[in-house]
């Protein structure tokens, strides 16, 4: 159990209304991740964040905004939510560090998100 | 560019098969980190290994097992007499350990399998 929770865990939305997804975690960590899983592409990172108010993009950013303002508690904000952001969306956690020392990343449960 | 492909889109065995699912990844990286995980029908991501790009020795855990060869750029995972319960998609994924770089983690399409009793 890597400690992370996400709510909600179904959504169904419609287009054009803003979604956000919550992520949080119990243990402190400080590099935390929010991916998306299609089918056909696997999971692509959406953002990540290294510390509180410290944010960066991934390679599907655009449409989604996160924020970080407690260590345990990083939001995913679709600003207006598309067909095409219909998906899984995962959040995860590096609980010893920095990933690009090989760091195992642990994900959450999921978040089901269907825009109508 | 760093890429990784699982060719196999859906694999159906027997239970009691040995299965071999395939794993090749691209990257310019001298050091870097492969991983596999397990995403069972109730969709959570389970992590089962984690491999250095400067340790090549084969791992084995239970039924499970790893063969990194990186003259070949594959990281292969073989589950030993199948069982139902391994019915599951896996994913493998890349970790650059280039400064940096995001820590992101670039995941192949995934592996459905299938056992089927």
């Known amino acids: 159990d890597a400690g992370i929770t996400q709510s909600p865990r179904h959504k169904v939305t419609e287009t054009g209304t803003p979604v956000t997804l919550r992520c949080h975690q119990t243990?402190?960590?400080?590099?935390m991740y929010w991916y998306r899983q299609d089918p056909g592409h696997g999971l692509r990172l959406i953002h990540y964040s290294y510390g509180v108010k410290d944010t960066d993009k991934g390679e599907v950013s655009d449409g989604y905004s996160v924020s970080r303002s407690k260590t345990e508690d990083f939001l995913l904000t679709l600003e207006s939510a598309t067909s095409s952001q219909t998906s899984v969306y995962f959040c995860?956690?590096?609980?010893?560090?920095?990933?690009?020392?090989?760091?195992?990343?642990?994900f959450g449960e999921g978040s089901w998100l269907t825009v109508v | 560019a760093q890429k990784v492909t699982q060719a196999q889109t859906e694999i159906s065995v027997v239970e009691k098969e040995d299965v071999t699912l395939d794993c090749v990844y691209e990257t310019r990286d001298t050091t870097y980190y492969l991983f596999w995980y397990k995403q069972p029908p109730s969709g959570e991501l389970v992590f089962l290994i984690r491999?250095?790009?400067?340790?090549?020795q084969n791992e084995i855990s239970g039924r499970y097992s790893w063969n990194f060869q990186k003259s070949t750029s594959s990281f292969n995972f073989t589950i030993t007499a199948s069982q139902v319960v391994d019915s599951a998609v896996y994913f493998c994924?890349?970790?650059?350990?280039?400064?940096?770089?995001?820590?992101?983690?670039?995941f192949g399409q995934g592996t459905t399998l299938q056992v089927k009793p």
């Open positions: 994924a890349l970790s650059e350990g280039s400064s940096g770089n995001t820590g992101k983690l670039i």
């Open positions: 243990e402190n960590h400080r590099y």
């Open positions: 995860a956690i590096s609980p010893r560090g920095q990933p690009t020392s090989g760091n195992t990343i642990y």
């Open positions: 491999r250095n790009s400067f340790d090549e």
